[in-house]
């Protein structure tokens, strides 16, 4: 089945420390993204990519980076620099068309 | 960007029909709506989209009048596993159209037996 894949499911980061999210899709979507939801909140986007080897800054990109080196593949590095990290991490892809975004089943992340 | 607004919360009781209503003053001639069910602790999962007038699919139906000011999410006799947060977004689908869509806070909806 075609889908998004993102791992790991649980994952802890101590002060200091970079940690990457992987997520991965083989719908042969064109765009990924990255979301960001806070208990009770709604998604905010963190990074986009529309094409390999390039994306941009949505609305809350400081302290992330992300890469977009193969199609199908684009993590995020949840940075030191984020002084407020813990939440929960979704994955999104969709293709060139007026298609919705399929979403990945989260990351959640929480600092020891 | 096409801001939506939606009711925070809802309760309903199994069996009956759900209407959750959405109301989008800004949106755009590119812009579709979608509707989106979130489970806790999972990703979104698509419900149904449309562009105008009436759309129906297995599980909801997508009302949207002439004037795309609003839309309505209808769930027909809803039960217990409905219970979810459901999302209303406005915007232009592409992929190529980046970061086109907003995620607002949501509607809670709580089914009881």
């Known amino acids: 089945d075609g889908g998004i894949t993102q791992s790991p499911k649980y994952l802890f980061r101590k002060e200091g420390q970079n940690v990457t999210l992987s997520c991965e899709q083989n719908?042969?979507?064109?765009?990924m993204y990255w979301y960001r939801q806070d208990p009770g909140q709604g998604l905010r986007l963190i990074y986009y990519?529309?094409?390999?080897?390039?994306?941009q800054k949505g609305d809350i990109a400081e302290g992330y980076s992300v890469s977009r080196e193969k199609k199908e593949s684009f993590p995020l590095t949840v940075t030191s620099a984020q002084k407020n990290p813990t939440a929960f991490y979704l994955c999104?892809?969709?293709?060139?068309?007026?298609?919705?975004?399929?979403f990945g089943d989260g990351t959640r992340l929480s600092i020891l | 960007l096409a801001k939506t607004t939606q009711p925070i919360s809802m309760d309903s009781y199994e069996g009956q029909e759900v209407n959750i209503t959405c109301s989008h003053n800004?949106?755009?001639?590119?812009?579709?709506i979608t509707w989106y069910q979130q489970f806790p602790s999972q990703g979104p999962r698509f419900i149904i989209q449309?562009?105008?007038t009436k759309v129906t699919n297995e599980v909801a139906s997508l009302f949207i009048p002439a004037d795309r000011k609003s839309s309505t999410l209808s769930l027909p006799r809803v039960s217990l596993s409905d219970t979810a947060v459901y999302y209303c977004?406005?915007?232009?689908?592409?992929?190529?159209?980046?970061?086109?869509?907003?995620f607002g806070g949501g509607t809670r909806l709580m089914v009881k037996p």
């Open positions: 449309g562009y105008k």
């Open positions: 800004n949106i755009a001639t590119n812009d579709y």
């Open positions: 990519s529309q094409i390999v080897n390039d994306f």
């Open positions: 999104a892809s969709t293709s060139y068309s007026n298609q919705p975004q399929h």
């Open positions: 719908l042969n979507h064109d765009a």
């Open positions: 977004l406005v915007g232009d689908m592409r992929g190529n159209a980046g970061n086109m869509l907003t």
